[in-house]
């Protein structure tokens, strides 16, 4: 028995000194002979990839991949001709992997835009001309109301609720009436708000993903009320995909023809004539959405900021507006009366110039020939990522 004994303790010693063994040489290669170790960052980062989940998760900062902050490095790593893979663990994260955004080669990603392309042509926006305008008159009534009541608006969420019942109503045939909700603050963005964090955590445990999201709505929403707008949204979509794949016909009775579902359901956009999956459009669906609301928004809030600081280009631009359209109630300015005025066009390319986009690096992967960025050589594999606010 005592020899039985023996040999457990012997065992179970040399067990532990091989995982100490082991981390010690992780610990010194990761730190002294790894291909990043001649890059400055924190110590800490070196040795694991969960010192970024701490500080991401705990801290609110990121580091453990190659950030460049010079603007020239973003046409290294981002250009079309050198199309590296997307950082899987981040982009699937989000749970949209088979979305144009989650894909994370370049050849499923453009396949997705190629199709989806056509949706966003000059010609489809100009034929969304009027959806455009009734949304931009509702904004300015909902503003006149906050007037009336003297009360102050939040602009961030002003724009928000605009830009994503354009969205809703463009890509799915559905408006939220984002516009209408007290003081702009709508269930759906104030549910993306609150769901953004949570990201994080799945970015480091599928476990933990998987539990949340497979949760059903009903207990969702009583698990976390802050998520409820964004929970009723995504079983609104999931409804009308439903409705769509199982009866293409149905996409006639839709307000227009100009949806994603139009293009997405097409067979004959495709090179292999197969359609995506009910998933698929859902996955696609939601990328959409959280894409483009924020992006549009905040672009939009930061030059009315800028605008309202200087006056005196607040009135050169209202002049320029108002020989167009001097009044809401009068006869509405086709687009290609707006793309003519040039202090309008100058708006808004500053604003575009000032706004901070996406303001977490979109991580992409060195291929095996590696690469040069900036004069600087960085190994095969790396992670690596370009934005205008470095984090």
């Known amino acids: ?117 056509r949706s966003f042509s000059p010609a489809a926006i100009e034929g969304a001309e009027s959806l455009c305008v009734e949304r931009t008159k509702a904004l300015c009534a909902a503003f006149e109301r906050q007037s009336q009541a003297a009360r102050s608006a939040d602009m961030l969420y002003a724009f928000r609720c605009m830009t994503m019942d354009i969205i809703t109503a463009f890509s799915f045939g559905k408006t939220v009436d984002a516009i209408d909700a007290p003081d702009f603050k709508a269930p759906i963005l104030l549910a993306m708000d609150a769901s953004m964090p949570v990201f994080i955590r799945f970015k480091y445990s599928d476990l933990y993903k998987n ?94 900021y800028h605008l309202l600081q200087n006056p005196a280009q607040l009135q050169k631009l209202k002049k320029e507006l108002l020989a167009v359209w001097p009044s809401l109630h009068a006869h509405e300015p086709k687009l290609r009366d707006f793309e003519t005025l040039p202090y309008l066009n100058a708006v808004i390319k500053e604003s575009l110039r000032l706004s901070s986009g996406v303001v977490s690096g979109l991580l992409r992967v060195v291929p095996s020939t590696g690469a040069v960025i900036e004069d600087v050589t960085v190994p095969p594999g790396v992670r690596t990522s370009q934005i205008t606010n470095p984090v």
């Open 211 to 304: 539990m949340i999201l497979k949760c059903p709505p009903k207990l969702s929403k009583i698990l976390s009320p802050s998520t409820a707008g964004l929970v009723d949204l995504q079983q609104l979509l999931l409804r009308q995909i439903n409705d769509l794949t199982e009866d293409p016909a149905k996409l006639k009775s839709l307000p227009h023809s100009m949806t994603i579902y139009h293009r997405l359901l097409d067979a004959e956009a495709y090179r292999n004539k197969t359609v995506p999956s009910a998933g698929s459009l859902y996955e696609e669906a939601q990328a959409l959405m959280f894409a483009g609301a924020d992006t549009v928004g905040n672009t939009l809030m930061l030059g009315t």
């Open 1 to 117: 028995m005592q020899t039985h004994e023996g040999w457990a303790t012997l065992l179970l010693s040399a067990a532990l000194a091989t995982v100490i063994a082991y981390t010690v040489y992780t610990v010194i290669y990761n730190v002294y002979l790894h291909p990043l170790a001649k890059f400055p960052g924190p110590p800490f980062a070196r040795l694991t990839i969960y010192w970024k989940a701490y500080v991401e998760c705990i801290a609110n900062r990121s580091f453990c991949h190659l950030h460049f902050a010079k603007p020239n490095a973003y046409h290294a790593i981002y250009n079309n001709k050198n199309r590296w893979d997307k950082e899987a663990r981040l982009y699937k994260s989000f749970n949209e992997d088979r979305s144009s955004f989650g894909f994370i080669t370049y050849a499923e990603a453009k396949n997705r835009k190629d199709v989806l392309g």
